[in-house]
């Protein structure tokens, strides 16, 4: 366990219900390897130095809380009405209040995430000196996922914009490389940023995935970094999906058990 670095935080979203779960649990309630996948994401986020991590609850959010009851230098925010992953993001400003750090924002429902990962993203933002960094994945198939757009030659690496699938063109659907929310932030530039995003897109969302693109347009840093294993961008919808992650997860220990 690496000691944890004041100038670290994380923002964890986990307000979904996760309709497609058959269940009345909040989405990162449901078990990997048997426990709560939210908690995988906390494992990493300690491990990679995150010192203070702020949950984004909302469907049954007292159910979160319980379930990370104890858990230390964790407090958590409630996301009222369920507006996007920018307004999430949004709602955990308070609770930042004070902090001018490096800032990770996560998806309390990825517990494939690894620490390693997170230590790397850290690392090509400080050595950027970026206001955002995102780890990037290029995947066979990118159905469903934001599209990373570069520029031929730009700063922080050559990135563009995030296009979201439902907003993105046909040739931008051809872009096999994509955005599995592993963001790092200069917190103040997130917040101030996160006031300019609009809702005008094909969901009527306030979306997380603007705000890379509008401090670029501010003339700020933004990098890239191609990292993320296409096996670790498993998405958990579905029972299946739940079934699939929980056996590659269960690999992953047996192997570490063996070494």
Known sequence: MTESHPNVAAVLLAAGQGTRMQSDLPKVLHEVADKPMIRWVIDACRAAAV???VVVVGYRGDLVREALKGEPNVCFVKQEEQLGTGHAAAVAQEALADFRGDLFVLCGDMPLIRPHILEELLETHRTWNACATLATAILKDPTGYGRVLREAHGAGGGFDRIVEQKDATPEQLLVREVNPSYYCFHAPALFDALKRVSSDNAQGEYYLTDVP???????????????VPESDVLGINTLEDLAQVDAIMRQRLTATEKR
């Open 51 to 53: 010192s203070r991590i």
């Open 213 to 227: 693109g509008l401090l670029k347009q501010d003339g700020q840093t933004v990098a890239l970094l191609d990292a």
